[in-house]
């Protein structure tokens, strides 16, 4: 096979999911053209959490070391997950993944920030001959053609066009590769946005908290997760919801973001924050994931609310699937008509599994009604407690089942 610009494959979106997908595809001899507005590799402090199944994919595409790493450049294990009533301070369940030893590969969670991620893929791209990485490169018009994509970029000094078999986006949830597509984008937006806050305070100390923790409140849930940062001691994130009457300044006010981590922990003085953000959130899943030769995966063919950490982990799942269909077709094992099976099969994982759990977690954690709300976490505290129960939920919270459901499709 000739290595012209048409037979190359063009991912859009250097994030995790589009680092992975162009590592996927060199490791199968497919050469990758991996293009990113912005200027160099964005510090995004989002994602943190890879699953089970997640972490033997990354392993198998040769990062385990890297995954690992004792340093700051890699994540650490986080077995335990708990569920809390933040309004009593009741510890209502605790979920511990070792219960899958022997039947999943890593029976954890792995906290390694996403940014890490893409600094760990890019020196890997960056030495081999079939990658090429371009940063300050904007994509701006799509042509599809019978046997190539035609793509226009705004490199800052001029538009270039540029060639290649096929094009995949993988450019975040306001995705220019679907625009361009004209793939609808179905679902909606939560009223309420939520904010990220960071500091190096240990919540640990002296409340029992795990390394990932759910707060149910009928007025302020609370998710608390601690990552690496930058070395010890470490920052702990802190998701919460910030109400349709509460402007964007109020919320992003340091008065606003130390008042939400006192209602937290209230130590004397003020917290140290490394960083913050308020965003919106969506849950949406695109119509499909394949028109001719453009494919989408990640961000861009679906997003969900952050409870349970999903959302990176699915677009995971997309680039090794997507990566494995593409070889068979560019090799000439299958036809094109595989795509349509990979988008069933992603989509299936996504609306039956990924939103349909994001969904009842977020409603979990911020019902209203006190009897409901009693519900839910004694049925929470019932699940933890049974065994049997207790791995199901496990199967399903680490994207087991998601992973084996979809797979399983034809």
Not at 76 to 91: H, K, M, N, V, Y
Not at 252 to 269: P, T, V
Not at 281 to 304: E, S, W
């Amino acid at each position: 096979m000739t290595t012209s610009t048409e037979q190359r494959v063009i991912v859009v979106g250097a994030g995790p999911v589009g680092a992975i997908m162009a590592l996927a595809l060199i490791r199968k001899g497919i050469p990758v053209l991996l293009i990113e507005a912005e200027p160099e590799p964005v510090e995004d402090q989002r994602a943190a959490t890879i699953h089970a199944p997640t972490l033997e994919m990354l392993a198998d595409l040769g990062l385990k070391k890297q995954a690992f790493a004792a340093d700051a450049s890699g994540g650490f294990q986080a077995p335990l997950f708990q569920f809390r009533d933040r309004a009593s301070g009741e510890l209502v369940a605790t979920f511990d993944i070792r219960l899958l030893e022997g039947e999943v590969p890593y029976p954890f969670v792995l906290q390694w920030e996403q940014y890490k991620l893409v600094r760990t893929v890019l020196p890997l791209l960056a030495e081999n001959e079939l990658a090429d990485v371009r940063f300050a490169t904007k994509l701006v018009a799509l042509t599809q053609h019978a046997d190539d994509v035609e793509i226009s970029v705004d490199t800052g000094g001029g538009i270039e066009t540029l060639r290649g078999a096929y094009v995949i986006g993988t450019d975040g949830g306001r995705s220019t590769v679907r625009r361009l597509a004209e793939i609808d984008f179905e679902g909606f937006t939560w009223e309420e946005r939520f904010i990220k806050i960071a500091t190096s305070f240990d919540f640990s100390a002296g409340t029992g908290y795990c390394t990932r923790n759910y707060f149910s409140d009928p007025d302020e849930w609370l998710n608390l997760f601690k990552v690496k940062g930058v070395g010890p001691p470490g920052y702990w994130r802190g998701i919460m919801p910030v109400p349709a009457g509460e402007t964007d300044e109020q919320a992003l006010s340091m008065d606003g973001i130390q008042r939400r981590l006192h209602s937290i922990y209230d130590k004397s003085g003020d917290f140290d924050i490394p960083y913050f953000a308020l965003y919106a959130v969506h849950q949406r899943v695109a119509a499909t994931f394949n028109k001719g030769r453009v494919l989408l995966a990640g961000d861009a063919a679906h997003v969900n609310n952050p409870i349970g950490g999903m959302g990176m982990n699915g677009g995971i799942h997309d680039a090794v699937n997507l990566a494995g269909k593409l070889s068979d077709v560019w090799y000439g094992r299958a036809e094109p008509s595989v795509f349509d099976r990979y988008t069933r099969q992603r989509r299936k994982a996504q609306v039956d599994f990924v939103q349909a759990q994001s969904i009842q977690n977020k409603k979990t954690l911020s019902e209203k009604d006190p009897v409901v709300r009693r519900q839910h976490l004694d049925e929470l505290r019932r699940v933890s407690e049974d065994v049997t129960l207790h791995k199901k939920y496990l199967f399903r919270s680490s994207l087991v089942d998601s992973l084996n459901a979809a797979n399983a499709v034809e």
